[in-house]
């Protein structure tokens, strides 16, 4: 079965950084879109990023420059690198393999001081 495991959540303050990993197995990795989505409390879900199986990335314009995606075919494992984090970036974080119904539980990522 498809296992998808998120990883690299945790609290920091504005302006820290973050590591998010997203481990992928069960599959061939390397043939597919992936995403990364997130969702803070009482809010919809929201796509932060995707990157295409050749590496093409696109962010949501919340981003401002401030993400970036990539990809390591072969670990199977999908990165997003948070940097200059904001308050209003607290959310859980998932993974998800593009156009299906595979999904990680999510990592959490808080920014306060």
């Known amino acids: 079965q498809v296992q998808v495991v998120e990883s690299g959540g945790g609290l920091v303050q504005p302006g820290g950084s973050l590591r998010l990993s997203c481990a992928v197995s069960g599959t061939i990795f390397w043939l597919y879109t992936m995403n990364w989505y997130r969702q803070a409390p009482g809010k919809q879900r929201e796509l932060v990023a995707t990157?295409?199986?050749?590496?093409?990335?696109n962010y949501a314009d919340f981003v401002k420059g401030r993400f970036t995606i990539s990809r390591d075919n072969g670990k199977n494992t999908v990165y997003l690198q948070l940097n200059n984090l904001k308050p209003e970036d607290t959310a859980i974080y998932y993974c998800?393999?593009?156009?299906?119904?595979?999904w990680g539980q999510g990592t959490q990522v808080t920014v306060s001081s």
């Open positions: 998800n393999i593009h156009q299906s119904n595979s």
């Open positions: 990157i295409t199986s050749g590496g093409s990335a």
